[in-house]
């Protein structure tokens, strides 16, 4: 009986129960596996992110006097004005930035530089 201690020149001869541990754990790639004498796991598994999060957007879905004021006097200052970037900084959503460029255009205090289907861009007079 061999009790698994290296002798001189020699490999070191397992148990069959021993080496079968050995195989599963290499083989199945536990958290769970432990060296042969018990004393701490060998390798621990994977640990999964819970991915990135976004901070959801509050922004006002009504106009209200202040903001309509900013509107006035703030956005025909801007260089370049979107729809997202008046929805940004106003914290508007985006349906009320649309509107209140096309109102700010017709008033003649915009200019438009470029119309596209999805996307109109607009600078100051």
């Known amino acids: 009986f061999n009790t698994g201690k290296k002798c001189e020149g020699e490999y070191p001869i ?21 060296s042969t004498n018990n004393q ?3 390798m621990a598994g994977k640990k999964w992110s819970k991915g990135k999060t976004r901070d959801k957007l509050n922004n006002a879905c009504v106009f209200n006097a202040e903001t309509l004021e900013r509107i006035q006097k703030e956005v025909p200052t801007y260089k ?11 914290k508007i959503k985006g349906s009320l930035a649309r509107k209140a460029l096309l109102q700010l255009l017709a008033q003649g205090q ?3 530089v470029a119309k596209h289907s999805g996307q109109v861009i607009y600078t100051r007079k």
């Open 14 to 34: 397992y148990s069959p129960i021993e080496s079968l541990h050995k195989w599963a754990c290499l083989f199945f790639n536990s958290t769970s596996r432990v």
């Open 110 to 112: 915009i200019k438009i």
């Open 40 to 42: 701490q796991p060998i």
């Open 80 to 90: 370049l004005i979107t729809p997202a970037v008046v929805s940004d900084r106003l």
